[in-house]
């Protein structure tokens, strides 16, 4: 952290070229110390961030947040939680979902689903999944997302 202050440098792309080049980090090390470095050290983690995800008006989500995540804990003792800035990666030995808040006061839930073509409410996704899905209500986490979470699931084991 001290070599990242000495520096000056304040962007994310420039920390970790940085690290990569002057000291020869890997890309995955030089990654986590550039987050860390600019989250700073009251930057709320675990449970608090998820908290932070869904404070305001996005708070009306967590009920439905907190399902999905009890659905995939639900799967096997081996799933883990990495809470983001505005999502949680839901894991494995690898990532096989997300789950955060999407726009229009809806929920969306990533998956990982290798070979699996989009139809109906399953969309190709271009962020940290390969599809997703968006929810508002209880209902709409029926047998269909959750045989895509259990896939996906299975699939990063």
């Not at 989250?39 to 008006?57: C, H, K, M, N, W």
């Not at 989009?118 to 209500?137: K, N």
Request: proline share 5%; glycine share 12%.
């Amino acid at each position: 952290m001290s070599v990242v202050a000495a520096s000056g440098l304040k962007k994310h792309s420039e920390i970790l070229a940085m690290l990569k080049s002057d000291y020869g980090m890997t890309h995955g090390n030089a990654n986590l110390i550039a987050l860390t470095y600019l989250r700073g050290p009251d930057a709320p983690e675990g449970d608090a961030l998820v908290d932070a995800i869904y404070a305001g008006p996005k708070a009306s989500l967590r009920p439905l947040h907190d399902r999905v995540i009890e659905t995939a804990q639900g799967f096997g003792g081996d799933v883990t939680l990495a809470p983001k800035q505005a999502y949680v990666s839901v894991r494995r030995a690898k990532q096989f979902a997300t789950v955060g808040p999407a726009s229009g006061g809806r929920l969306e839930v990533g998956f990982n689903l290798k070979d699996v073509e989009p139809a109906g409410r399953l969309e190709r996704s271009s962020g940290m999944c390969s599809h997703r899905v968006r929810i508002s209500d209880p209902s709409e986490l029926d047998g269909e997302v959750i045989t895509w979470l259990r896939t996906a699931y299975d699939g990063a084991g």
